[in-house]
């Protein structure tokens, strides 16, 4: 019988919160957009309008929006088979490998792959806000609802702090102040490595912190 409000699985709960928030700074906000008009782009001219018709950024808006809806459509049809059989869990772990997986899969987008790189931002998002509907769930069963609100925050900041913390790791990784060829943590400068490799580091970081959650979890709340 799960005993609402033990620390040890408020303490997991909270970890996942540390473990996905790095796709928001990193993957959405700080380095993949900037690295993705890098990879559309030359001399100013758009490569994607030049040879499909459509602006690169509306592409990337597309596949972002696709990953949205795609859990739209399925998260209800989801949500009841993890309410009447008890696999919450399940659907977290299977969300959060999906997620955490595409963000390492950008690894190897490029120009030349355009395609393959919208497919990995389609599902990297629907990895993410999917993760999200089973992890939010989990809150009514572990915790009792006056202390809903005080968790919420807690699992917001080490959130916040562990995204913050990645992102001062990527950005060592991508920034060449020098203009030697060569990142401050010696990544050479060259198709795009270094911040391939911060692609990498978002689904390793996210899948392996996630483990403390999914280890206290209750399998069947």
Known sequence: MLRKGDRRTIRGWVMYDWANSVYSLTITTAIFPVFYLAVTHVDGQDLV????????????????????LLVAVITPLLSGIADHTGSKKKFLKAFCYLGAASCAGLFFFGPGSLWLGLGLVMLACAGFSGSLIFYDAFLPEIAEPGDHDRISARGYTMGYLGSVLLLVLNLA?????????????????RDGLPAR???LTVGLWWAGFAQFAFRVLPDNP
Do not use: E, K, N, W
């Open 173 to 189: 990784m991508v920034m060449d102040p020098d203009g030697d060829g060569t990142t401050l943590l010696g990544i050479p400068d």
């Open 49 to 68: 309008l030049r040879d499909h018709g459509i602006p690169a950024q509306s592409l990337y808006s597309y596949a972002l929006s696709a990953g949205f």
């Open 197 to 199: 490799l911060t692609f």
